[in-house]
């Protein structure tokens, strides 16, 4: 008799999932499948409290009609990432009214929601509903596009000074564009 028949398939042992609370997710995702477009994610851990951070999601993204420069589109979403849970629903938000690096400040209008999980410090879906009249509504696989020195799966979190620049940036005179 085999030993094998006994003790059976060596499985590994499941990966835990990343706290949503920590810096080490922000960075640049996309879908390999559809690549030219995706999110850019900036975590702000325990902003509002301990235990409890910000999701700041820069989505380019292009319309459902194939089509050039008209057919681009750019969506912004936030909401609370809370540590030890699964996923962060965060709210989608377009802006309209905008000049190239000149004022107005661009308008903010919630045009739909979204859920965004991750399974490891690589790979993460972000869900996503819009409540627009357009009824899209739909899954994104997301593939860490740029790598990440402080992401862990563990509560211990390596920090880097080196990421300490990374983030969103504007000049409050243009709100509502900006640099991720």
Same mark, same amino acid.
């Given at each position: 008799v085999?030993?094998g028949q006994?003790?059976?398939?060596?499985?590994?042992?499941?990966v835990?999932a990343?706290?949503? &609370? /920590?810096?080490?997710?922000?960075?640049s995702?996309y879908e390999?499948a559809t !690549?030219? /477009?995706?999110?850019?994610l900036?975590?702000y851990p325990d902003l509002?409290?301990p235990?409890t951070g910000l999701?700041?999601?820069?989505w380019?993204?292009?319309?459902?009609?194939v089509?050039?420069?008209?057919r681009?589109?750019?969506?912004?979403?936030?909401g609370?990432?809370? %540590?030890g /849970?699964?996923?962060a629903?965060l709210t989608?938000?377009? &802006?309209?009214?905008g000049n190239? &690096?000149?004022p107005?400040? %661009?308008?903010?209008?919630?045009?739909?929601?979204?859920?965004?999980s991750?399974?490891? +410090?690589? !790979?993460?879906t972000? !869900?996503y509903?819009f409540?627009d009249?357009?009824?899209r509504t739909g899954s994104?696989p997301?593939s860490?596009?740029?790598q990440?020195?402080? +992401?862990s799966?563990?509560?211990?979190?390596?920090?880097?000074a080196?990421f300490?620049?990374s983030g &969103?940036?504007?000049?409050?005179?243009t709100?509502? /564009?900006?640099?991720t």
């Amino acid at each position: 008799v085999a030993l094998g028949q006994f003790i059976g398939p060596a499985v590994a042992p499941p990966v835990a999932a990343p706290s949503l &609370n /920590q810096h080490g997710l922000t960075g640049s995702w996309y879908e390999p499948a559809t !690549s030219g /477009q995706g999110v850019e994610l900036e975590v702000y851990p325990d902003l509002t409290a301990p235990g409890t951070g910000l999701a700041f999601l820069s989505w380019f993204t292009y319309d459902s009609v194939v089509g050039g420069a008209d057919r681009q589109r750019w969506y912004v979403a936030d909401g609370p990432v809370v %540590t030890g /849970q699964p996923s962060a629903a965060l709210t989608i938000y377009r &802006n309209t009214g905008g000049n190239f &690096n000149a004022p107005p400040v %661009t308008e903010s209008v919630a045009v739909g929601t979204a859920t965004l999980s991750f399974d490891s +410090c690589t !790979s993460g879906t972000l !869900s996503y509903r819009f409540t627009d009249g357009t009824g899209r509504t739909g899954s994104i696989p997301l593939s860490r596009l740029t790598q990440s020195m402080t +992401c862990s799966t563990t509560g211990a979190r390596p920090t880097d000074a080196d990421f300490g620049f990374s983030g &969103n940036w504007y000049d409050p005179a243009t709100s509502g /564009q900006g640099v991720t």
